[in-house]
């Protein structure tokens, strides 16, 4: 794979708590949450930070952003906020129960869904207006979520376990089915193509793909010891394996199979400071992570275009 990859810049944000999560959206904008409440958005690569007052003192371990005008972020105690506009609105969830929810998905404005500790999962059609419940209380925590636009939720556990909630053609009922990876090793992250093609990052740093909606999966073979796989995620080139140094590996998927391009970064584009990947976001032609001691990390990325000749 052939590609332009930059500098990588590490940044800390204002105030002392550490990021925890990064997300984009469509139109550039980058969101950060993290811990006490730690919330801040960025309209465009190279604009300020602005922190944006949760008035929560969560920790917040997931944000998925719309546009610079909606996102979501959720976190410890059943924290579920929504930023409409100019500010943070909390949202309800069913129930009493307060569980620590640690991912969020949304595909567009009215559909996505919110996962955590025993086994809560919820999906929504309305904004949040109205919640499901997926699957049952008491299993695995859901710790990875995946949500596509034409109404699936995958929800990874830390079992190693899989459910894929696809909604009827009445936009009302949950059509569910439990799936499992193999190796028994939790989930960190998904990526939904549909609800037959999918790929599931495990605890190991190993990346598994189904093509024909769980019954077989593959490893791609992406465990290595020294630079786990930490996301899965569509950046700049394609879907992309994030590895915990930075290092990036193109997942290909075509109709014979699976194909990795390993994508080359010039050792100085790292600088000085070395960092520990801990999620991945992508916006534009930028990729971003939240490391592992709570800055965020923006790297510029884009396809190489050999120079054509003018005659």
């Known amino acids: 794979m052939k590609a332009v990859v930059g500098f990588a810049f590490l940044e ?109 999962l919820y999906a929504t059609t309305d ?16 710790t990875a979520l995946a949500v596509t636009g034409a109404g699936v939720v995958v929800a990874g556990r830390a079992d190693g376990s899989v459910l894929i909630a696809t909604l009827e053609e009445d936009g009302q009922r949950w059509t569910e089915r439990a799936l499992q990876v193999p190796g028994g090793a939790g989930l960190r992250d998904l990526y939904a193509v549909d609800a037959a093609s999918l790929l599931a990052l495990d605890g190991a740093g190993e990346v598994w793909c189904t093509r024909d909606g769980g019954d077989l999966w593959t490893p791609l073979g992406l465990d290595a010891a020294d630079a786990p796989v930490q996301a ?30 390993p994508v080359p970064v010039d ?3 790292r600088g000085s400071a070395a960092f520990e990947v801990r999620q991945a976001a992508a916006s534009g032609e930028q990729l971003l992570a939240a490391t592992a001691d709570g800055q965020v990390m923006s790297q510029g990325v884009r396809r190489w275009m050999p120079p054509t000749a003018d005659y």
Do not use: C, Y
Request: charge should be neutral; avoid cysteine; charged fraction near 20%.
């Open 267 to 269: 050792p100085q584009a």
């Open 232 to 261: 899965v995620i569509r950046g700049p080139l394609g879907i992309t394996a994030v590895h915990a140094d930075g290092e990036l590996t193109v997942v290909k998927l075509r109709r014979d199979g699976v194909s990795l391009h």
């Open 127 to 142: 904004g949040g207006g109205r919640w499901a419940r997926l699957g049952r209380s008491g299993e695995a925590d859901v």
């Open 12 to 120: 800390q944000l204002p105030g002392p708590a550490a990021a925890l999560a990064v997300g984009a959206a469509a139109d550039r904008s980058i969101w950060v949450v993290g811990e006490d409440g730690l919330a801040a958005r960025r309209l465009r690569p190279g604009h300020p930070w602005a922190v944006l007052d949760t008035g929560s003192a969560a920790d917040l371990h997931a944000v998925s952003a719309l546009s610079r005008t909606e996102a979501w972020a959720v976190g410890d105690g059943g924290t579920v906020l929504l930023w409409h506009g100019d500010r943070w609105s909390p949202v309800e969830l069913p129930g009493r129960r307060r569980v620590d929810l640690l991912d969020v998905a949304f595909a567009t404005p009215t559909l996505g869904a919110v996962g955590g500790t025993n086994g809560a």
